[in-house]
Nanobody, 123 residues
Framework: QVQLVESGGGLVQAGGSLRLSCAAS????????MGWFRQAPGKERDIIAA????????YYADSVKGRFTISKDNAKNTVYLQMNSLKPEDTAVYYC????????????????WGQGTLVTVSS
């Protein structure tokens, strides 16, 4: 099993940027698809970005396309989410996830979740 720990959340003004990090340990990190989900108060947890284990395949939800960028460093066992042009509606708890591509992107049932990190965007 892989263990995931997110960091980098915080309070930012609208239009600002944040970079989230997710450090993985345990099973071979480089073989997993890594994803970022978010959950706003009273809403479901939704996937917003994912990257395949080899790196060339990525997925972005329409709501973040063009503003957020997912990347990974297999040598550091870390996946990143660069968030630019943040909006108040991006306020949520952000979760890192690991698993097979279809389970992460399409079925939303990854093998592992991080504990979440809160991102608050003020207007």
């Amino acid at each position: 099993q892989v263990q995931l720990v997110e960091s980098g959340g915080g309070l930012v003004q609208a239009g600002g940027s944040l970079r989230l990090s997710c450090a993985a340990s345990g099973r071979t990190f480089s073989r997993y698809t890594m994803g970022w989900f978010r959950q706003a108060p009273g809403k479901e947890r939704d996937i917003i970005a994912a990257i395949s284990w080899s790196g060339p395949s990525t997925y972005y939800a329409d709501s973040v396309k063009g503003r957020f960028t997912i990347s990974k460093d297999n040598a550091k066992n870390t996946v990143y989410l660069q968030m630019n042009s943040l909006k108040p509606e991006d306020t949520a708890v952000y979760y890192c996830a690991a698993g097979r591509w279809e389970m992460v992107v399409h079925i939303h049932k990854p093998d592992a979740w991080g504990q979440g990190t809160l991102v608050t965007v003020s207007s």
